[in-house]
């Protein structure tokens, strides 16, 4: 299957090393990617711009002027207006394409000269200049550390080293982006504030000291002389994270040695336990005997109560459901049964068994008072998560909490960390936080899934593109469009793209028909994951004299759910 025959010409963005973005400093737009692309069978060239707003508010439209070079000749200067844009403070856009005059295009330059919002205009007063760089702000390991346990994200994050630059009017993100009148980065939703406040090494590190004294300290207090086996390894922990400071590294090992200990001595206590056990239940039978026609029903609730007590909550739930509805017994068998799951959530954790924690976690918050006992600690697991930089966990529990900006945030920072398109998680999360216009997720989104398509035009349904067609014999012409990028599908579902067809066809004169031109359209569905194209009947080709077909047709696509243009494909009869 042949590719389409569009060729990029010209290039200017960001990354480039050959032709580099400009920006006039206060200009609410940003240029993200200006490209030209031709055709290279009918040298149909076209403009193609992305553009940022990094204003607070909404863009209503855009006037620009765009010079072309082109050999030979001199330079062309052509203004452009982009009306009805509608680009959100914040976000990026893919303007209209703009076809140009012009095919053998060697560089072009774009430049913004107005732009209009729904109260104010700004208008240009000065040539733009080299995008804005980004400053590195040097700290020391410590105060790196603390800076990054501050803003939520890894010590090697291009914004932890980075540094805020105020201008007049204007003021350049920790992680390189321009920003006018917002209080927060549109590319990484960094508060700016937030970040002044963090950039200062004495004070990082007078907080650094601060925080490790409390680590410190709380894991002294869970390691006393009568701490139980869970007080040890949450101190353990505590004194782990904290290894290179003080004592903490032997006393995180002495933790360790103490828990040893007791799971020791508590091995020979069971084993005294069941002798105890058997004795007193040889006991509680003869008295049940005794009065088993007068107090049978309350001694089976003292015995459910008695199991519920000593944490034997899976005895204590089918005594008390073989009680029926006597005195509280329903309520008391749901009580158990969140009691006992909160049991083992903890258990679970404590013993680093992720998955048994998290599939107890779902059932704890399916039950009746669940989801408050779960919460709590569902908070510190997803926390203890994000200090792991384990993002993927962090999210999960966060879910079961009301934290949702630190759940996004962990999807966030996940998704950063593995920007790989055929992860689901990245892929989920990415598309979430885009949905909520969440710092720079839609873009991000866009790097990774943004719909690409193969397409062409034939007079086969087995879609090899082709621009003539020999012979006056009948023939059904089709277009294909397949997708080369997009979102991701599941094992159950694909993703699918409208493509939207404009045709113009050719008809020769006939003996009751002059010569004429037809147009029409329709559109048909492309999946992200298809092996093999789709493709769309058009007309037919060929015929006599009398009763032809069209001679010659010309297809325009589109990604009719962005009103993206994607281009043209020609074909013709030849005798």
């Known amino acids: 299957m042949a590719e389409s025959n569009y060729k990029v010409i010209f290039r200017a963005d960001a990354q480039s090393n050959q032709h580099r973005i400009t920006w006039e400093e206060k200009c609410p ?8 692309s031709r055709d290279t069978t009918t040298s149909a060239t076209f403009l193609q711009v992305k553009v940022k707003n990094i204003s607070n508010d909404p863009i209503v439209s855009i006037a620009a002027a765009l010079t072309i070079e082109v050999p030979d000749k001199p330079d062309e200067a ?4 982009y009306l009805d844009t509608d680009i959100p403070a914040g976000t990026e856009k893919t303007l209209k394409p703009q076809r140009l005059t012009q095919a053998n295009i060697t560089s072009c330059n774009l430049v913004i000269r107005g732009v209009d919002f729904s109260n104010k205009t700004w208008h240009s007063t000065t040539s733009p200049k080299p995008l804005p760089q980004r400053q590195a702000l040097s700290l020391s390991p410590k105060a790196r550390a603390q800076r990054a346990y501050a803003l939520s994200l890894g010590e090697n994050d291009e914004i932890v080293n980075g540094a805020v630059q105020n201008h007049s009017g204007w003021w350049v993100c920790a992680c390189g982006q321009a920003n006018i009148g917002r209080a927060t980065c549109c590319k990484c939703g960094m508060v700016k504030e937030r970040l002044l406040d963090t950039e200062n090494e004495q004070d990082l590190l007078a907080e650094y000291n601060d925080r490790v004294d ?13 701490a139980s086996k869970k007080e040890l390894r949450k101190a353990s922990k505590l004194f782990t994270s904290i290894k290179d400071e003080k ?4 006393k995180a090992k002495g933790c360790d040695e103490r828990i040893q200990s007791i799971s020791s001595a508590q091995g020979r206590k069971i084993r005294r336990g069941v002798i105890t056990a058997t004795t007193s239940v040889v006991a509680l ?33 089918a005594a008390f459901e073989e009680l029926g509805d006597f005195k509280d017994s329903p309520k008391r068998a749901i009580q158990c049964k969140v009691d006992d799951c909160e049991t083992q959530v903890r258990n679970a954790l404590e013993s680093d068994n992720y998955d048994e924690a998290y599939r107890c976690a779902q059932t704890l918050a399916g039950l009746d008072g669940g989801w408050d006992r779960l919460e709590p600690i569902a908070e510190t697991a997803a926390k203890s998560f994000m200090q792991q930089q384990d993002y993927g966990r962090a999210e999960k529990w966060f879910a079961f909490t009301h934290n949702e900006e630190s759940r996004k945030t962990a999807m966030y920072q996940y998704a950063t960390n593995h920007l790989n398109h055929d992860d689901q998680a990245t892929y989920f999360y990415l598309k979430e936080l885009s949905e ?9 989104y866009d790097q990774l899934y943004y719909w690409q398509f193969e397409f062409g035009i034939s007079t086969s349904e087995q879609a090899k593109d082709q621009n003539t067609w020999e012979g006056k014999n ?3 012409v089709y277009a294909f469009a397949k997708a080369t990028n997009g979102p991701l599908s599941s094992s159950n579902s694909s993703e699918k793209a409208t493509i939207r067809i404009e045709v113009s066809a050719h008809y020769e004169e006939t003996g009751s028909k002059p010569e004429r031109w037809e147009s029409s359209s329709d559109q048909f569905s492309v999946t992200s994951s298809g092996k093999v194209p789709s493709t769309k009947y ?7 004299a009398v009763y032809g077909g069209a001679d010659y047709y010309k297809v325009t696509f589109f990604n009719n759910d962005t009103g993206e243009y994607l281009g043209e494909k020609e074909i013709q009869c030849v005798n």
């Open 78 to 81: 052509m203004p452009l207006e």
């Open 538 to 544: 058009v007309g037919i080709i060929g015929g006599s």
């Open 29 to 36: 737009i940003q240029l993200s990617a200006v490209q030209i």
């Open 436 to 444: 909520a216009n969440y710092k720079d997720a839609a873009s991000l």
């Open 285 to 317: 039978g003869l008295i049940i005997a005794l009065g088993i026609f007068v107090i049978v029903p309350n001694v089976k609730y003292a015995i459910a109560a008695n199991y519920a007590n000593s944490g034997q909550y899976k005895d204590a739930i």
């Open 247 to 250: 004592d903490s590294a032997e």
């Open 214 to 226: 409390d680590i410190y300290d709380q894991a002294c207090d869970l390691s006393k002389d009568d």
């Open 474 to 476: 009948f023939g059904n």
